[in-house]
C-alpha cells in the first residue's frame, strides 16, 4: 500500500496532475489546489499503474463477488471505469448527468437488471455529492449500490456522506497523505503544505450532507 501510495504521488507531479492556485471545485467550493486526474489516459504508461492500482483496491478490499456490474461517473470516472469492468470482465454501465430527453429517457446507459449489485467508480471524491447521485439514478432502476472505489480521497466530507447513504468508500490515499509525502520529498513548498492542511481542516468542520 505505501509503495502505491508514493507510486502515486509521483505520478501526480510527473503528469503535472496537482497544481497550485484559487480553483472553483464542482462543489461550488473554492480550492488553493487542484488535482486533474482526466489526464491520466493521456500518458498511457501512468494510466496503466493506475488502472493496476484500482484493481488492487476492488481485488483486496471489496472482492469480484460482491458486485455484478461496473457503473462509471460523467465525465472524469469514465475512462477509469470502463478500463477496469475490460479488465475484471464485468459489465459497464454508465450514469448521465441529466436524463436523456428522448428515447427511453434514462439516466443509466447500459444493461441493468433488478437486484444487480453495482460499484460505483469515479477518479476522486470532495463532497461525495456526484456518486450519491450516481447511486441514487442506479437504485432507482432496480440496482443496489453498496460500495464506491476512487484513488483519491479529498476529505472534504465525501466519505461521510456516502456513508450516510449505506455505500462504503475504497480509496488508494487522501490528500493529506499526499501533501506529507510530497512535502517529505521536497517536492511542495511549506506554504503549498499548509494550505492543503488548511482546507482539510475547514472542511472537518462542516457536517457531511445528509
Do not use: W
Not at 37 to 56: D, G, N
Not at 143 to 150: L, N, S
Not at 174 to 186: E, F, G, V
Amino acid at each position: 500500500m505505501s509503495r502505491e501510495k508514493d507510486e502515486l504521488c509521483q505520478l501526480l507531479i510527473r503528469t503535472d496532475a496537482l497544481k497550485f492556485g484559487n480553483f472553483i471545485l464542482t462543489s461550488g467550493k473554492l480550492s488553493p489546489y487542484y488535482i486533474d486526474l482526466r489526464i491520466f489516459p493521456s500518458f498511457p504508461e501512468a494510466f496503466s499503474r493506475v488502472i493496476a492500482m484500482y484493481l488492487a483496491i476492488i481485488k483486496r478490499e471489496i472482492g469480484l463477488d460482491r458486485f455484478q456490474r461496473v457503473a462509471g461517473i460523467p465525465v472524469a470516472g469514465l475512462p477509469f471505469a470502463s478500463t477496469v469492468a475490460y479488465e475484471l470482465r464485468k459489465p459497464l454501465i454508465y450514469v448521465r448527468k441529466e436524463a436523456k430527453l428522448h428515447g427511453r429517457e434514462r439516466r443509466v446507459e447500459g444493461v441493468l437488471n433488478p437486484g444487480d449489485h453495482v460499484l460505483l467508480v469515479d477518479d476522486l471524491i470532495t463532497t461525495g455529492t456526484s456518486l450519491v447521485q450516481a447511486a441514487d439514478a442506479v437504485t432507482s432502476e432496480g440496482g443496489v449500490v453498496q460500495d464506491a472505489v476512487v484513488l483519491i480521497d479529498r476529505m472534504e466530507n465525501g466519505k461521510g456522506t456516502l456513508s450516510k447513504r449505506g455505500i462504503k468508500l475504497h480509496y488508494l490515499t487522501d490528500i493529506q497523505d499526499i501533501a506529507k509525502t510530497l512535502h517529505r520529498l521536497q517536492i511542495i513548498d511549506s506554504n503549498q503544505y499548509k494550505a492543503i492542511l488548511k482546507q482539510v481542516s475547514e472542511a472537518a468542520s462542516v457536517e457531511p450532507t445528509a
